[in-house]
């Protein structure tokens, strides 16, 4: 059995940061790459950004340059750092991860359950 939990969703001023984690447990062998999605209200999930296992990175343009991927390979967690948070980057934020359970079995993706972000003043 495999979770990844989120959390550090909430409510931010327009301007403001919030940092989100996402951490993984259960039977992992080994976290390939790992990413943040967001679905806004009455929208398709969309992809945020992504973080290989050798540590790259990618962004989607609306977030490149005010969202930060990062992970603590040790913890198994996932980090989102937002600033400069604005009202169109309100949205539920979903982890996903690539996760093999064991040695030499396949790679499986998974989800966490979300976590709410909302930026109002």
């Known amino acids: 059995q495999v979770q990844l939990v989120e959390s550090g969703g909430g409510l931010v001023q327009p301007g403001g940061s919030l940092r989100l984690s996402c951490a993984a447990s259960?039977?992992?062998?080994?976290?390939?790459?790992m990413a943040w999605y967001r679905q806004a209200p009455g929208k398709e999930r969309e992809f945020v950004a992504v973080?290989?296992?050798?540590?790259?990175?990618n962004y989607a343009n609306s977030v490149k340059g005010r969202f930060t991927i990062s992970r603590d390979n040790a913890k198994n967690t996932l980090y989102l750092q937002m600033n400069s948070l604005n009202p169109e980057d309100t949205a539920v934020y979903y982890c996903?991860?690539?996760?093999?359970?064991?040695?030499?079995?396949?790679?499986?993706?998974?989800w966490g359950q979300g976590t709410q972000v909302t930026v109002s003043s």
């Open positions: 973080i290989t296992g050798g540590g790259s990175t």
């Open positions: 996903n991860a690539d996760i093999r359970r064991y040695y030499g079995s396949a790679w499986y993706e998974y």
């Open positions: 259960g039977s992992i062998f080994s976290i390939n790459a």
